[in-house]
C-alpha cells in the first residue's frame, strides 16, 4: 500500500504543479501588461515535479508516475506484472484528485472557460492553438510515440545498476522538460495518459473524444523504448520476476 500512496501523491504532485502552472502561470497577464511564465515555464515545472518526486517517493515505489512508464519498465524487465494495474490505476486516481484541486482553485475567480482547444491543459491533436500552426492525428500520434520512448530510455538509463543513481532523478526530470519544451505546441505534451485522462475529464468534448490517442501512442512507445534499451542497450539484464 506504501507503493500505491507513493504513485498517488507522486502522479497528484505532477499534475497539480505542471498542469497547474499551465492553467494559472503560464499566460500573459493583460492588467500588468507582464508576462507569465510561458511555454519554457510550464516545461521547466513538468520537469521539476518528477525531479522532486523521484527523490521524495521514488525509493518507495520507483517513481514512475504515469502508467507508460509502468509499461515501459515491465517490457524492459524491471517492473513486475502483477502490480501493473494497481499502479496504474493509483496513478489515475492520483491525476484526477490533482485534476479536480485544480478545477475547485479555478472555480474560485469563476466559471472555468473550457471552450477552446487545449483549455485547462488538455491534450490534442488538429487544432491551431500555439503560433498558428496545427498538427495532423499521425504527426501528434508519431511526436507522442517517440517522446515516450526516448523518456523510457533515459529512465532506464539513469536507474541502471551501473549509473550514478544519485543523479538519476536529475536526469529524468531534465528529459521531462525537455520532452515539454519539444512537444507543448504539438500536442500540449502528454506521454503521459493519466495526466491527459484527469484533465479530459472535466473538459469533456474533444478532449474526451481524442483521449484514445494520448493513451495508445504513450503506452506504445514506452513499450518500445523499454524493449529497446532491454535488448540493445542493457549491460547486464535484471529481469524483475
Not at 504543479?17 to 510550464?42: E, K, T
Not at 527523490?55 to 520507483?62: E, Q, T
Not at 498538427?135 to 526516448?150: V, W
Not at 473538459?203 to 534499451?229: D, E, H, K, R
Request: one cysteine or more; proline letters at 3%; hydrophobic letters at 50%.
Amino acid at each position: 500500500m506504501k507503493k500505491l500512496f507513493a504513485e498517488f501523491f507522486g502522479t497528484f504532485w505532477l499534475v497539480f504543479g505542471g498542469c497547474g502552472s499551465a492553467v494559472f502561470a503560464s499566460q500573459i497577464a493583460p492588467a500588468s501588461g507582464q508576462l507569465g511564465i510561458l511555454l519554457i515555464g510550464v516545461a521547466l515545472a513538468f520537469g521539476l515535479t518528477v525531479l522532486t518526486m523521484a527523490y521524495a517517493v521514488g525509493h518507495i515505489s520507483g517513481g514512475h508516475f504515469n502508467p507508460a512508464v509502468s509499461f515501459g519498465l515491465l517490457a524492459g524487465g524491471r517492473f513486475p506484472a502483477k502490480d501493473l494495474i494497481s499502479y496504474v490505476v493509483s496513478q489515475c486516481l492520483g491525476a484526477i484528485a490533482a485534476a479536480g484541486a485544480l478545477y475547485a482553485i479555478l472555480s474560485g475567480s469563476g466559471t472555468p472557460d473550457f471552450s477552446g482547444p487545449g483549455a485547462f491543459a488538455t491534450n490534442f491533436y488538429g487544432d491551431a492553438v500555439y503560433f498558428g500552426k496545427s498538427y495532423s492525428m499521425g504527426a501528434a500520434f508519431l511526436t507522442e510515440f517517440l517522446l515516450t520512448a526516448f523518456f523510457l530510455i533515459i529512465i532506464m538509463g539513469a536507474t541502471d545498476k551501473y549509473a550514478n543513481g544519485k543523479f538519476a532523478g536529475i536526469a529524468i526530470g531534465l528529459g521531462l522538460t525537455l520532452i515539454h519544451l519539444i512537444s507543448i505546441p504539438i500536442t500540449n505534451t502528454s506521454v503521459n495518459p493519466a495526466r491527459s485522462l484527469s484533465q479530459a475529464v472535466f473538459v469533456g468534448g474533444n478532449a474526451l473524444s481524442q483521449l484514445w490517442l494520448f493513451w495508445a501512442a504513450p503506452i506504445l512507445g514506452g513499450v518500445t523504448g523499454g524493449l529497446i534499451y532491454k535488448f540493445l542497450l542493457q549491460r547486464d539484464s535484471e529481469i524483475v520476476k
